[in-house]
């Protein structure tokens, strides 16, 4: 069964500092992969996804993240963040299109002036 | 358009009592999804229907737990004799996975925060 670690379970930046968020996963063959973001008492958002093609995709809110199939990876990363970022992280990977995904176990970020 | 909506957004409830939850997803999506999150465990997955069918019920914890889904559209997850350890906020997604212009993006809605006392 495919599964998900974000090794940083709490990270604490500047604000305008640039941010890296980890994400790997197990699984034989190349997962649907997604990283979504949740604020305090709000659902969850796309943030961007991964499903073929290039492997620097781009998102919402400024954010993109690389697929490196050689380190079963798909880190998040944002040149400069900004207070509003503080949020829960989570990194989720599916096997195909419509597969309940299975989730990290989330990077809270919080920003710091 | 309009999101997935959840209702209620709050529910505490008394131990032994049996709640349902209610998810109304995007219109049209075919795909439904249940997750729960809890403190320590993260996300975790329930059941999904494709229309008004089950084809995964594998991540649901006991059979206290049942979800129906009628119409294709709105699906109600049943706790029977809740425990304090179902306390959790219980998450529903959607998704259009068939048919031109099918996308395998999964819509939160914002959750139902379930408390037994």
């Known amino acids: 069964a495919q599964s998900v670690t974000q090794p940083d379970i709490h990270i604490t930046v500047s604000e305008g500092a640039s941010l890296e968020l980890r994400c790997n996963y197990s699984?034989?063959?190349?997962?649907?992969l997604f990283w979504y973001v949740q604020s305090p008492g709000q659902g969850l958002q796309l943030l961007l996804k991964?499903?073929?093609?290039?492997?620097l995709v781009q998102g919402i809110k400024g954010f993109e993240a690389e697929f490196k199939r050689s380190q079963s990876s798909f880190n998040l990363r944002k040149p400069s963040v900004h207070w509003s970022d503080a949020a829960e992280y989570f990194c989720?990977?599916?096997?195909?299109?419509?597969?309940?995904?299975?989730f990290g176990k989330g990077t809270r970020l919080s920003v710091i002036a | 358009g309009a999101g997935v909506s959840q209702s209620p957004s709050n529910k505490v409830t008394e131990k032994g009592k049996d709640v349902e939850l209610r998810c109304d997803p995007i219109?049209?999506?075919?795909?439904l999804y249940w997750y729960r999150q809890s403190l320590g465990q993260g996300l975790e997955f329930l059941i999904y229907?494709?229309?008004?069918?089950?084809?995964?019920k594998s991540g649901l914890p006991s059979d206290r737990f049942s979800a129906e889904r009628t119409g294709g559209s709105v699906s109600t997850l049943t706790i029977q004799r809740t425990q304090q350890e179902d306390s959790a906020v219980y998450l529903c997604?959607?998704?259009?996975?068939?048919?031109?212009?099918?996308?395998?993006?999964?819509?939160f809605g914002p959750g139902t925060r379930l408390t037994v006392t």
């Open positions: 997604a959607s998704s259009l996975n068939y048919g031109q212009g099918s996308s395998y993006e999964q819509y």
């Open positions: 699984y034989g063959a190349t997962p649907y």
């Open positions: 991964y499903f073929s093609g290039d492997t």
């Open positions: 989720a990977v599916g096997i195909s299109g419509n597969t309940p995904l299975v």
């Open positions: 219109s049209g999506h075919t795909a």
């Open positions: 229907f494709q229309g008004n069918s089950a084809p995964d």
